[in-house]
């Protein structure tokens, strides 16, 4: 794991975006899911399997890996969500 591809991650407004729309759908998120996405992002790019999924998008000249559902899935955030929602429940 790269702390340096980490951070990359937690800036990305792409992810953010994508997390926050995650968050939305979910019971026990009580504030906006925008608000709720900028206080998890750093825990979720944490999660395993994401900085290398991100990384080879980087060098493989991926313009916009936050965005792009094969690098970290839809499934991907929703059970890195989930399991954040539920280590907090």
Do not use: E, F
């Amino acid at each position: 794991m790269s702390y340096a591809t980490q951070a990359l991650m937690a800036k990305d407004a792409d992810l953010h975006d994508r997390i926050a729309a995650c968050a939305a759908t979910q019971t026990g998120i009580t504030m906006q899911p925008l608000a709720w996405a900028d206080q998890n992002q750093w825990n979720l790019t944490g999660t395993a399997g994401w900085v290398d999924a991100y990384a080879a998008a980087i060098t493989a000249v991926n313009a916009r890996p936050g965005w792009d559902d094969t690098v970290i899935t839809d499934a991907m955030i929703l059970a890195a969500v989930q399991g954040l929602l539920g280590a907090t429940a």
